[in-house]
């Protein structure tokens, strides 16, 4: 069965600096989403990516926070920057259509900083 | 905005006992969904209910929607240990000429199984 693929699984990383998350969505599948989830929280939404461009994106994904799909099968989330308050698993999800289509989410990455 | 609202947070259950876990949202919304967390790992959705009325069931989880009343119910039936995880609702923000449909969760269940 196709599925969403992130990498990497865990990135520990100095405050201050900037990572980039990767995701390979499922590929006839037409909108990215980014979300995350702080240790033990629930499960909160950054963006959402559509032919090319952000769609929506929430409170939390700030100046700090961009999103890129460079070639046709990668997604990246950037996080210029870092802060502490950064650390969280970040999940990637993709969906076949828009309007509520089922989302399938990767494995996440932790992202640790230090 | 829209709200969810999941209760209990927690659930300590002995097995082969019944329970229901309770999912609120605030405003309209066609689509929800029931989505299982294992500790450190990705969220692996069990149910999407479409519609009032909706009732879906995969072995011993049994899910419902009442969009009227805003509430979706997930029903756990003589609970093995192995249904020990945390489960998420989650509503889309999606409505005719929105968005693209982001999901937003409650705060989870997190069940416990005992023997």
């Known amino acids: 069965e196709p599925e969403v693929t992130q990498t990497p699984s865990h990135q520990v990383t100095q405050m201050g600096q900037e990572v980039i998350l990767r995701c390979v969505p499922i590929s006839n599948h037409l909108y990215f989403y980014w979300y995350r989830q702080i240790l033990g929280q629930k499960v909160e939404f950054l963006v959402s990516?559509?032919?090319?461009?952000?769609?929506?994106k929430s409170e939390i994904f700030d100046d700090q926070f961009s999103v890129e799909r460079p070639d046709g099968s990668n997604f990246t989330l950037k996080i210029r920057s870092t802060k502490l308050e950064d650390s969280a698993m970040y999940f990637c999800?993709?969906?076949?259509?828009?309007?509520?289509?089922?989302?399938?989410f990767g494995d996440g990455t932790r992202l640790s900083i230090l | 905005e829209l709200k969810v609202e999941q209760n209990p947070l927690f659930l300590s259950m002995q097995e082969g006992k019944n329970y229901t876990i309770y999912c609120n949202y605030s405003?309209?919304?066609?689509?929800l969904y029931w989505y299982r967390q294992d500790p450190g790992k990705s969220l692996e959705s069990l149910f999407v209910?479409?519609?009032?009325?909706a009732v879906k069931q995969e072995g011993r989880l049994m899910a419902s929607l009442d969009t009227k009343a805003r509430l979706s119910t997930l029903h756990i039936t003589a609970a093995v240990h192995d249904l020990s995880a945390t489960y998420f609702c989650a509503v889309t923000s999606w409505n005719y000429g929105g968005s693209q449909g982001n999901l937003i969760f409650g705060k989870g269940t997190k069940l416990s199984v005992k023997p």
């Open positions: 405003t309209t919304s066609d689509r």
């Open positions: 990516f559509y032919n090319n461009e952000i769609s929506e």
């Open positions: 209910l479409l519609s009032n009325g």
């Open positions: 999800a993709s969906s076949e259509g828009g309007g509520g289509q089922p989302q399938h």
